[in-house]
Structure formats: structure tokens, C-alpha cells
């Protein structure tokens, strides 16, 4: 059974740091692009980060440019998220999902997703 759990939320006042971990098992996603997402109240799901399956191809949405950074460990089979500088307009829910599709920059209908990890950021 694939099951993706993320880790690393946490509350942090702004300026602070963070990294998520999203370590996925069942079966080897080095092949699989992967991407991060993020839930905050009242808004939609929106994409942060993604990285194609062979580390070659990165995309960041134009929020968190500069700030965060995806990277896998295809030997842990994970995904993280390092956030920095972090705003009061990161606070949201973060969750991975895999397999991400890097051209329409989406998840797949069939993608895995993970439970979520809150991240709140005090001003």
C-alpha cells in the first residue's frame, strides 16, 4: 500500500525557517515527479513546489521564489521543502503528492497524497 506521510510543520515566528519531510512508502518514486501543495483557510490548493523525477527540472510558484526549495533523496525516497524567511502568509496546510504533472502543473487524478502538516507563521 503507497502511503506518503509529510513531517517538519511546526509554528514559527516570521523570518524563521522550516523544512517539511515527505517520505513516501509501498513502493520507489524516483521516477515520479513530485510535488509540494498548500491549504489555507477559506482559500484553495495551490502548488508551491515541484520537481521533475530526474532533479533536473524545478518549479516554484512566484510566492515562495527565492524562499523555498524542493529536493528529494530518491535513496529515502523523500521529498522535502526547506522554507525560509518564512511570511504570516505561509501558514497553511503543506502536503506532498506524487506522481505531479509538470506540464499542466497539477497533480494527476490518480496521484498519492499525503495527510498534510500544518505550518503557522506569527507576525
Known amino acids: 500500500q503507497v502511503q506518503l506521510v509529510e513531517s517538519g510543520g511546526g509554528l514559527v515566528q516570521a523570518g524563521g525557517s522550516l523544512r517539511l519531510s515527505c517520505a513516501a512508502s509501498g513502493r520507489t518514486f524516483n521516477t515520479y515527479n513530485m510535488g509540494w501543495f498548500r491549504q489555507a483557510p477559506g482559500k484553495e490548493r495551490e502548488v508551491v513546489a515541484a520537481?521533475?523525477?530526474?532533479?533536473?527540472?524545478?518549479y516554484y510558484a512566484d510566492s515562495v521564489k527565492g524562499r523555498f526549495t524542493i529536493s528529494t533523496d530518491n535513496a529515502k525516497n523523500t521529498v522535502y521543502l526547506q522554507m525560509n524567511s518564512l511570511k504570516p502568509e505561509d501558514t497553511a496546510v503543506y502536503y506532498c503528492?506524487?506522481?505531479?504533472?509538470?506540464?499542466?502543473?497539477?497533480?494527476?487524478?490518480?496521484?498519492?497524497w499525503g495527510q498534510g502538516t500544518q505550518v503557522t507563521v506569527s507576525s
Open positions: 503528492a506524487v506522481p505531479f504533472n509538470m506540464a499542466t502543473m497539477t497533480a494527476s487524478p490518480l496521484s498519492w
Open positions: 520537481v521533475s523525477w530526474s532533479g533536473g527540472r524545478f
